[in-house]
């Protein structure tokens, strides 16, 4: 299932579903600024940019790693696709 959403750029895009994004990928951290940790996920059309906010209360307890199967951060995915926090690059 694929759905459309306006990237950053302004340009209309089509994002892959939530499981071809996980399946079999790595998010890896590509900086983290003002609290907020930003990783990267390459799928095999996409690169896409997911923004964690580490101040968050529920990630106190969590570390946040250099990077992660895509699998482990589908929560924050799924919410980021949903508040605008997970984006299309290309």
Known sequence: MMTGFRSFAGNF?????LKTIVKGTKAEISFVCYGKVYYRIQTE??????????LDEELKT???????KAITLMR?????????SFIQLR
């Open 13 to 17: 895009k089509t994002m892959e579903d």
């Open 45 to 54: 059309n996409h690169l896409y940019q997911l923004e964690i906010n580490s």
């Open 62 to 68: 969590t570390y946040l790693e250099p990077s992660f």
């Open 76 to 84: 924050w995915i799924r919410k980021g696709m949903a508040d605008g």
